[in-house]
Each structure stands twice: as C-alpha cells, then as structure tokens.
C-alpha cells in the first residue's frame, strides 16, 4: 500500500464528540456544514482575505495516455475536489470530463480504441473504492464492481485489452483477493485467487495473456513475487521465502519475450535496484548497482527497448534511460529539479509522460522526446497569484542524534527582510515508511513568507530513501528512538542563530499525528505548542480498531498488541497515557470516515488532554478519511491553523 506523505495541512478525522461553536458574528465565516469545530474561535473575514492568494494555486498529474491520439487524461481540480480532464496539446484547455463531490485523481483507457477509460472512487474518504467505467459515447459511467465496505483497484490490462485483473478485499474485508473482469460485461467478473492478506496486488499480464505477476506485500521491507495462471489461478513462488534478510520488490514486469522479469528489489543491497529476473533460472541480475539510491519507479516502453525510472536521491527525483538490449544507461538532463511520479509511455507515439513538482510548482505534466532528446511542458498549473520565482528552494540539513547517527531534513527558510529568531515549525511525514520530499509547500508558504515562520521536515530514522537498515531503526521496541532523533532536532535549533528555540511548533498527519503526540508528551517544555492530524495516541487501540486488511501489515511496523510485553510497552509509551504531561497548547484534525487511524485515536486524545485543564482545539470533517481532499474542508482547516499559530506561536515568551 503506498504510503501517504503528510504535511501541515494533511487531515483526518475524528469521532463525533460534542462540538460547540461559537455563534457567527458580523465580521466572521460561517462554518462548512461538513466540519464540526469545538475551542476554535470565529475565524475573521479579513483573515481569509489575507490568506486568499495561497489557497488558490492548483497541480495537475498525469493520468494516462490515450491509446491511439496525442492526447492525455490529466487529474486537476477546478471546484472543491480534482477531477479527470482531458488535454489534447502541450498548453491545451482542460475539457472536464467527471463531475463528482469525491475526487477522483485515478483513470485508465481501454487500451485498443479508447472507447472507455476505467476510473475508481470512495464515498467520503472511506477508501472503500469502487471501479467505474465512463463511456465517451454517451459520458455516463457505470459502477462495475460491487461491496460497498470492499477496497478495490490495482488495476492492470491485458495486453488483449479484453479484461482487467484487479485486487479486492470483498471476500472478508481482510484478505486482498484476485480478480478478473471483463469491463465492458460486468457479468464476467470472477474470482481468480483467494489469498490471505491484506498486501497483495497485480503487477503485470504476461505478452501472451496467460499468465500474471502478483506481488505479496508483507511490510515495507518484506514482500514476494508469485507468477499466476490467468486462466485457473494456480501460483508459483518466484523468489525464496527463506532468504536470511528482508528482501522487498517494489514493482515488476514482463520482458517482451515473456522470459524475464524486471524488477525493482533491494535482494543483496541497502537500496532497490532495478533487476533483470530470469524466469527459468531464478537468477537475478543486478543492473542499477553503480546508483547508490533507490530506484523508486520504472516503466518499460511498449517496445521494451527502453526502460524508463527515477532515482530518489536524497529526496531529489533524477529521471534515467535504460537501453534493455546494452543495459547501458544514462540521466535524461534539463529535468528541473523535484520530484517525479507517474511515468507513462504512450502505447503508440514513443512518448514518455511524467508528473513533476518542484518547490516552486505545484504539479505539472512533462513529456520527454527521447528520440529528439526534447522535454516539452504540457501543463503550468496555477499558483494563484503568487510569484513563483520568490517561493523558497530548501535546504538539505543534517544534524547527530542521541546515538551519533546522521539525521536529515529539508529546513525552508522564510524572507531575509524578517528580523531577529525566526519561530520554527516542525513537520513531520507520516508512514512512517515515508519520506520529506523537497515539494510545492501550498498554503504553508503564507506561514513562511507572511508571518516570518520557519519550516523544518525532518526524515528521522525508520523513513524510506536512506537503505533498509535505516528504516528498520525504529521498529517494535525502538519506537521512541524516532521521537529522540526530533529532540535532536529541537537541539540543533538551540544552536542557530536565527532560530528561536523558545518557539516551536511541532505538526504531523498519520504516523506524524503521532509522532507530534509523543514529541508533545517527552519533550512539552521544549515546544510552543503542536497540531496533531489523524494521529495514533495508543497503538493498542489503534491496532484494534484499524481496518482489517491493514492489521497485519501494521503489526510488523509496530509490533504485535497481542504479545504481552509488547502490549505492554504499546500501554507505556501512548501519549493518551500520558496527557498529564501536555501542558502546551494541542489542536487535533480527524476525519470521520478515517479507515486507518479511526477517529477514536484522535476522540480519546481530545477528551483526556481536555481532562488536565490544557488548551485543546479540535477540528472534525464529516466527509473525510485520511486527509482532507476537498477545498473547503481544506481552507477551513488552514484557517484555524493561521488562527492556532498566531495565538500561541508567534507570541513572544512571557
């Protein structure tokens, strides 16, 4: 399951406890009916006024190519949530073609005539996605899969493009089985492997449709590769279940031939490589060995002459061509400098087409010309006013931990023409098989170039991008080393001079939320205050009241609740356990339909730190999971944090 970045403005939702809001007054906002605020105060016009110019901006992702034109299906919002559109040119108008309240960021086409494209969505944040097909003939879609509480995608075609094989938990709710369906007849679909676990998925169809590649994942560090027939199911392991170390496959696919596969894995590295399977032999060949990083997505072009992938380099995408037939490879130059997701050939035009944002854009799609060596910008999303060229590029910084290890992150600096120590706000990613990635900072840049703040995004130990020793640093009982390594942190902002140690904030979303929680409880008088989003106050609860086909693979991360010692250590290590040592003021997001950290994480964290006397805000949304996705909910959000900053962070100690 990929993992969620967090920021700031990442939220989640809680459980529906007794909300009071104060009564609209003249010079306020009204609350969106969906969020239920209790200890907000009103939230003044003119603050949304001055904060108008950062809400505004907007990214487009590439979604896929159509099979036959030069044109594409691109994920970007024009009203509350992002929609599919389509882009028929390099500056090309978007012509809108889904309209729902739930965004939809995920299409395919059928990849012979284009007739239809594939799409998913949830109902409120659920994440309980259904498959839909929307037909260009008429411009209705279809439901095509069934199970309202059933998680279902992970798409792939086959190369026929007769049938889809997909992943679905319907069966139980727990276990992630195979699927196979023909789109354009809903009575076809079938069952095609029933498996235990909640990480399996679909790869890739073999060139001659008989066969798949499924991946088992097991936990950010274990996963294995099993080969399935596509007519009864049958499966054959293809790697050892046996090795002596944790061995992850990040991606794989089918040579031209049938004979290979390529394959992401870190088998006999610190890092994932990309590889060359040999089916027959088993024998895995090594062809990325000189990159000392992770090679964090690759795709093979329709001729399977060249392979395409990305390499994450200290945060930094770089963007390389592999030649299949040499094994020769070089990196693409001119790529501005960011991060890069979402690599997609066209089936028939030898384009590669890739998302890209960078500190001072917020999303846009590229297509390289390999042949010609040409990169052409096909979208320039909106910043909303703001001036691009004056957004802050971070710093890499690095800092030693309690143990000596080396810790980074990525430290945003706000405008030279603010004077004396600078408050600091901490942002911690979530996962926490994550990563901080050099990014668009949204509506978080008001924080920085208006109100003089400083932003720090630490990768503490246990984040992805550094090799797998490091991300199994704080694993089961190591858990608080991660929270140590942001006391080191706190630490290393003492000793800058134009850092104010004496005010700091500390956020995160998901694992994040949790990390703000401990770091709230171990080190309160250190910070001003904190802004927990959809975080984990006790991993018993937690572990109990997550969804099902994400227990599992939780456990391996965490810990196991249902081993005594380590339910033990779960009980003395929850913030919730410890609120009486939160004394700095808390603000806690949640979304009510959060699957993953289920709003009772957040619900009994509010209530017990409300217990000890101690400012509390909360901020719930009715139709949000994990994270807030549309507009309004969003800005709200981001205006009670303008409001939660202003009142306890920027005031001067006393």
């Known amino acids: 399951m990929p993992a969620v970045r967090t920021s700031l403005l990442l939220a989640l939702a809680l459980p529906a406890i007794a909300a009071a809001v104060t009564a609209q007054q003249p010079d306020t906002i009204s609350i969106p009916e969906t969020l239920v605020a209790d200890g907000l105060p009103p939230i003044p016009k003119d603050l949304v006024e001055q904060v108008r110019l950062y809400t505004e901006y907007r990214s487009a992702g590439l979604v896929d190519w159509h099979p036959t034109r030069r044109e594409m299906l691109i994920a970007t919002r024009f009203a509350s949530t992002p929609q599919i559109h389509r882009v028929r040119m390099p500056g090309g108008a978007r012509t809108q073609l889904t309209f729902f309240d739930e965004p939809v960021t995920f299409a395919s086409w059928e990849p012979r005539t284009g007739a239809y494209f594939l799409f998913t969505k949830d109902v409120g944040g659920n994440e309980f996605g259904q498959i839909y097909r929307y037909d260009l003939a008429n411009r209705r879609s279809i439901r095509l899969t069934r199970g309202d509480r059933s998680q279902n995608g992970g798409l792939r075609w086959s190369h026929a493009g007769d049938r889809i094989a ?75 279940r046996d090795a002596p170390d944790t061995v992850a496959y990040g991606d794989a696919r089918f040579s031209t031939d049938g004979r290979a596969l390529y394959v992401t894995t870190d088998q006999g590295s610190e890092f994932l490589r990309l590889a060359r399977l040999d089916l027959a032999s088993r024998r895995l060949t090594p062809l990325t060995s000189a990159i000392a990083h992770d090679v964090s997505e690759f795709e093979p072009s329709p001729d399977g002459r060249t392979i395409a992938f990305t390499v994450n380099a200290d945060g930094r995408s770089r963007l390389y061509l592999l030649s299949t037939r040499t094994g020769a490879y070089h990196e693409v130059p001119h790529v501005p400098v960011g ?174 939320g949790y990390m703000t929680l401990a770091v709230a409880t171990m080190y309160d008088k250190r910070i001003r205050c904190s802004l927990d989003i959809v975080g984990i106050s006790n991993f018993v609860t937690f572990l109990a009241n997550t969804e099902s086909y994400r227990r599992d693979l939780r456990r391996v991360e965490y810990g196991d609740e249902r081993d005594p010692a380590m339910r033990a250590f779960f009980e003395k290590i929850a913030p919730v356990n410890q609120t009486d040592s939160i004394t700095r003021p808390l603000f806690v997001v949640q979304g009510a339909n959060d699957p993953r950290v289920p709003r009772t994480e957040s619900e009994q964290m509010v209530r017990m730190v409300k217990r000890h006397g101690t400012p509390v805000w909360y901020l719930l949304a009715k139709d949000e999971g994990h994270g807030f996705r549309k507009k309004p909910n969003v800005d709200y959000l981001f205006y009670g944090t303008v409001a939660f900053v202003r009142r306890f962070l920027l005031a001067q100690a006393s």
Request: aromatic share 8%; charged share 25%; net charge neutral.
């Open 166 to 240: 997909y992943g679905s938990t319907r069966r139980n709710g727990a276990d992630r089985d195979l699927y196979v369906m023909n789109p354009a007849d809903t009575a076809s679909d079938r069952l095609l492997l029933e498996v235990q676990g909640g990480g399996w998925g679909v790869a890739d169809w073999s060139p001659d449709d008989r066969r798949l590649i499924a991946i088992e994942g097991l936990s950010v560090n274990s996963s294995r590769l099993w080969l399935v027939d596509a007519a009864g199911g049958g499966k054959s392991a293809l790697v050892p």
């Open 339 to 512: 991060v890069i997701g979402g690599l997609r050939w066209h089936h028939a035009l030898g384009l590669l087409g890739f998302t890209l944002s960078t500190a001072r854009s917020p999303g846009d799609v590229y297509v390289l010309e390999p042949a010609r060596g040409v990169l052409t910008r096909w979208t320039e999303s909106e910043t909303g006013g703001l001036d691009a060229s004056a957004l802050p590029e971070p710093e890499l910084i690095r800092w030693k931990s309690f143990d000596g290890r080396e810790i980074t992150g990525f430290y945003y600096r706000p405008p030279a023409r603010f004077a004396g120590k600078r408050p600091v706000i901490v942002d911690i990613h979530g996962g926490p098989e994550s990563q901080a990635r050099p990014g668009f900072q949204g509506r978080q840049t008001y924080l920085m170039a208006e109100l003089g703040v400083a932003l720090i995004e630490p990768n503490v130990r246990g984040s992805t991008g550094y090799g797998k020793s490091f991300t199994k640093l704080d694993d089961g009982p190591r858990r608080l080393d991660s929270v140590r390594d942001i006391g080191a942190l706190l630490d290393w902002i003492g000793g800058r001079p134009e850092l104010d140690a004496s005010r700091v904030m500390v956020t995160g979303g998901s694992y994040g």
